[in-house]
T-cell receptor, first 115, second 110 residues
């Protein structure tokens, strides 16, 4: 039973560039949430996808966008990268429309460094 | 704004001592979840509490959800070096948005 997988593991970009991060949810899960975790802080909710639609969005600018595919995998896109976007990006999968009561399983994360 | 605060931010204990972290939400939570993140790792789900006043135990870990469902605690009895990490509480404060607490970093001194 595969857990949540994310790619790539590490990524280095320069300011102004664009980046795409990928996530495959745990087998049987249909909901994917993305989080940004800056060093020394707790994860901050970016958005959640269910049935290929963005269901909920945190306080992040439009530079952050996402997509969910029919197989439930998901992508996070960040445009016009800023130095402050450097962080660990975590994907979490769960079952059901929303994560109000569902356990979230986190992937290992993608470490993004913006120079 | 909506917040989930945890205290203390850091805790150093001698191996064998007990440890407690407290989580406080600005609003009532429908449920609260606890996660552990080892250094360099990702959050790992520990437990979910749903009912007011609920208490759950996992071996040396005891989790409690407050009567008002606005606070929670995690208590570890007789800490071991394997308990090292940052413990986060998290709960849905707005729709399906999960808010993570500020975390408590636990260091266990052998």
């Amino acid at each position: 039973d595969a857990g949540v997988t994310q790619s790539p593991t590490h990524l280095i970009k320069t300011r102004g560039q664009q980046v795409t991060l990928r996530c495959s949810p745990k087998s049987g899960h249909d909901t994917v949430s993305w989080y940004q975790q800056a060093l020394g802080q707790g994860p901050q909710f970016i958005f959640q996808y269910y049935e290929e639609e963005e269901r909920q969005r945190g306080n992040f600018p439009d530079r952050f966008s996402g997509h969910q595919f029919p197989n439930y995998s998901s992508e996070l896109n960040v445009n016009a990268l800023l130095l402050g976007d450097s962080a660990l990006y975590l994907c979490a999968s769960s079952l059901g429309a929303g994560a109000r009561t569902d356990t979230q399983y986190f992937g290992p994360g993608t470490r993004l460094t913006v120079l | 704004g909506q917040q989930v605060m945890q205290i203390p931010q850091y805790q150093h204990v001698q191996e064998g001592e007990d440890f407690t972290t407290y989580c406080n939400s600005s609003t009532t939570l429908s449920n609260i979840q606890w996660y552990k993140q080892r250094p360099g790792g990702h959050p790992v789900f520990l437990i979910q509490l749903v009912k007011s006043g609920e208490v759950k135990k996992q071996k040396r870990l005891t989790f409690q959800f407050g009567e008002a469902k606005k606070n929670s605690s995690l208590h570890i009895t007789a800490t071991q070096t394997t308990d090292v990490g940052t413990y986060f509480c998290a709960g849905p404060l707005s729709g399906n948005q999960f808010y993570f607490g500020t975390g408590t970093s636990l260091t266990v001194i052998p």
